[in-house]
């Protein structure tokens, strides 16, 4: 999940509830994909107040995590 040097963006649309992965190993990131199960870890289930794009962090840098911060670019 954290391999990447840039955010994943999500299309989030108003009143959606997304499940962000927490634990680092979902194969469907930054969604959660239940590989949390394993290590006993639960998603951010974050419900969308209006319509926007959300920049989830790609690099585990950021210190505002799920979000990104754009500590990728240091």
Do not use: F
Request: proline share 5%; net charge negative; charged share 20%.
């Amino acid at each position: 999940m954290y391999s990447k040097n840039s955010p994943h963006i999500i299309d989030a649309k108003q009143g959606e509830e997304i499940y962000l992965c927490q634990c680092g190993q979902s194969a469907k990131a930054p969604y959660c994909d239940g590989s949390h199960k394993e290590i006993d870890q639960r998603p951010l289930v974050h419900t969308v107040g209006q319509d926007k794009q959300l920049y989830v962090c790609g690099c585990g840098n950021s210190t505002n995590l799920p979000w990104c911060d754009g500590s990728h670019n240091k």
